[in-house]
Each structure stands twice: as C-alpha cells, then as structure tokens.
C-alpha cells in the first residue's frame, strides 16, 4: 500500500486518493492495463533518462520492460505540493518526492532504493470522474 507521508493542506482527500492509486498500481506488476487506464491519450511521460512516451501502447511497453529486472517494488511519497491557483475545471500541478524499494528478481543483487521528484499534471479534477494524467515527468537518484 503507497503512503503519502506529509502533503499541503490544499490536497483534497478526492485527490490524495488517485496519488495513491497511481502509486498502488505502479507497484503492482500484473496491473499495466489498469495503469494505463490512469493517463490521458496522449500522454506525455518520462522516468528519469527514458525517451518520453505519449500513447498507452508506449506505456504498456515500458511497464513490461520496468518489470523484467524486478520482482517488487514499493512506492512511498514523501510530499505532495498542489498549485494553490488552479482555477476550477483547469488542469492541475501537482509536485511529488518519494521513494522506491526496488528487489531485483535476481536475488544475488538484493534490493535498491531510490529517490525521485515529480511533476503530475492532472485534468478532469472537476469532472465528478477520476481525474487523468495528462503528464508525469519524473527525475531519478540512484542508492
């Protein structure tokens, strides 16, 4: 289960929810279709140096190859930082920093954990429906 650790007072409960959707089914590997089902299309999304993708296909493949080398991972978010001037119906700016445990299916290489910051940017808010990822661009530290 994501946890989301210390965020703004202006998250709404609504909105903290999807965050740790989005996390919950990064985390899970037979998910990449739910997933997918997360962004708008097109998308924009870029992990780290990876060639950013814009279409569900795209995405569908990175998840497969993410997962090739790992057997778990665990997401947990530190901080949450919304745009306090989002104007109603509008996209949203939100602001992440985490980290991840990552355990190699190779167990000879145990596990790793990363540190990462995000920028999610969100439409639909408003809508009475599931808000979209309409771009996520996240940068990585290593160890």
Known sequence: MTTIVKHSSTLPPSLSSFI???YELSDIESAHEEYCTLFTSPTHLQIGPMKPVTTHEEILQIRKDSWEQFNKRRHVVEEVYVHPDAAPGSEQKIMLHGSV?????DESKGSTRASWAALMVLEGIDGGQEPK???YVAWLTMG
């Open 133 to 135: 990822v309409k771009s």
């Open 20 to 22: 740790k959707k989005v």
């Open 101 to 105: 445990e990552l355990s190699f299916k």
